[in-house]
Each structure stands twice: as structure tokens, then as C-alpha cells.
């Protein structure tokens, strides 16, 4: 195509997990919230009036960030950045702190779309493998690039690496270290102090998982004033729609229907654990609201994931390196998982 970018020959595009429309489908494949979000959040929706659609909205979200900062205990709204998903803060820090050219660091297996963000920038990520635990290694510690990304808790193993050594990574990495926690509220801890103790810290969280706001679009990153003041530089003006605003503003002040429903989470994924373990697969204890359940090499993992297909239940199945005799299962409803479990049971009874 002769007006392509150079810049794009190499990029394939990121691959969203789908979104069929199909009646009666067991979508187990996004690890979207299987509950509705808080019923405050349709309160803040209908409150909203068409002045509100008519305006431009507060370029800087501050009542949501004022809001976040009580949420997360730090010190105000100058140590936190809303955006629209988290997807476009992750997008966001490389325009923010990296240079084309410069080399980007992530552990592997890791979130997928840190590789695309990083070649459309015009710099190379380079992968740092985690143990066969998921666990940091000597290598990790000793990473020079510009920037780190890590997940914590991992996606796609669920694993949660000790705050211990994310500590003595923040402290060894010589650029900015950037700990998506997306899947933290279904996990035992978090990072949010780190930025007040490592300048290079900053931790990003999405309302898509743990609030149930994954069509909303809400996500936000806490770091030093100093780099939030140079993300403001470069987001777009109105990054964060008024609708978003109001609704993510609603969501973080209902803590205890969240709790509620994080609680739900997490009893149904040890159920299911068990459930898995009990047909034979190898799970990683999961921080999250996902499974990664590793399958016998017959029949193996893509064929339970078409079978699973065509029985009506997705899941995700990645075919990269480590991770392509798995299938990661979003935690549902414990009808959606025994569904789940029924299937895979009937599959391999052949
Ligand atoms: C590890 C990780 N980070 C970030 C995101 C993106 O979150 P958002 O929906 O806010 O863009 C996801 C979504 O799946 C994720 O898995």
C-alpha cells in the first residue's frame, strides 16, 4: 500500500478477544466482570442532562481524580491521570517517556498489546522470560531499557510476583517501571505506595475487570505530580469523556458493592481451580479473575477450545510460545464455570 507508514509494515495490530453477538453464548474469553456494575453508576448515567452532553467535559477529570486519590490513600489529584481505559495510558507513557528508538522491557508471558504499543512507537521491546513460576529472575534486576512494563498480578498466568522483588526492581531499573495492576483487586495486595517511595514508579488501574466498566472505558495511572504534570503534556485535551467522568466517579464511591462482587470473584475461581485440577489440569494459583489451565498434550489446548466453541463456550487459547497448550478462562458465574466444567468433562471422557 503506497501511503503506508514504514513504521506500520511490521505491526499486525493488536488482537481483542471477540465479542460475538451470539444468544445463550458462555463468554469466557475477555475476563470482563460476569456482575453488572454498581447500580449507582446507572444513577450517575440518568443524573447526567443534555447541558452535560452539550459541553465540552473537564479536560482534567478532576472530581473523578479527586476521588481516586482519596480511593488509592494518596496524597490528591496531582499524583493521578484518568484516561480513557487503561489501553490509552499504556499508550500514553511510551509517547510520554520513551524515545523512537529506545529499548522498552516486559517479563514474558506478559500483556500482549505492550508489543504492538511499543514497535507503532518505533522501538524495540525487548522480553525478559519469568520462571517456570512466573517469578522474576537475576536478569530482570539487571534490565537497562527506558521503560518496564510489568503486570502485577500477571496476566496471563495470574501469578502475583512478591511486592518484595517489584521493590528491588524499582530500585534497580534505571527507567520508569510501570506496574499494570488491571487484575489487583482480585489479589491479596498492591503497589499504590510505590510512587510516593520510587520517583520512577507509576501504577495503572482499569474499571474494566474489578467495577464492571469494560464498555465505559475508565482507567488511570498514579505517579509523582512531577510525571503525571508531563502526561498532561501529551494526552489529548478531552481524553476522558463527561459520560466516563460521571460513571467512574459513581463506581469508586460504592467501595463496598465492588467488595462484594470481588468476593463473589474470587470464591467461584478457587471453585473452579479445584474443579480444573480435579480433570486433570496444571493451574497456577491465580490473583486474578482468570485461570491459566495448562492441558495434557493429547488432546490438547486447541482442540478443547473448539470443542468448547462449539458447545457455545469461548475461552481464550493464545498460540505464543509457553503458554500454547493453555486456555485462559475468565472467571464467570458459578453457572457459566459449572457449564464450563460439565463441557470440558464430557470433551475428555471422549
Ligand atoms: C494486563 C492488562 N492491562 C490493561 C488492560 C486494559 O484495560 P482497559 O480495558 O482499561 O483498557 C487489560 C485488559 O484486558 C489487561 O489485561
Redesign the pocket.
Known sequence: MKYQRDILKNVEGYTP?EQPRVPGLIKLN??ENPYPPSPKTLEALHALTLDDLRKYPDPVSLRFREACARHYGVPGPEWVIA????????ALVLRTFVDPGDVVNATYP??S?YEVLTSLHGCALEYIDLDDDFQLTDAHYTAQGRLFFL?RP???SGVAIPRADVERLCASFPGIVVI?E??VDFSDDHCLDFPERFENAIV??????SYGL?GM???TAVARPELINEFMKTKDSYNMNAVAQAVGLAAIEDDAYVCEQVGRIRATRERLRKALLELGFSVPDSHTNFLLAYCAPEPGAEYLFQQLRQRNIIVRHFKSRRIDNALRITVGTDEECEALVAALREILAG
Open positions: 478477544g475477555t475476563n484516561g480513557n481505559g487503561m489501553d490509552e495510558l499504556l506478559t500483556y498489546l503486570t500477571n496476566a496471563p499494570d488491571a487484575y495503572m488501574r482499569t474499571f474494566s475487570k469494560a472505558r475508565v482507567g
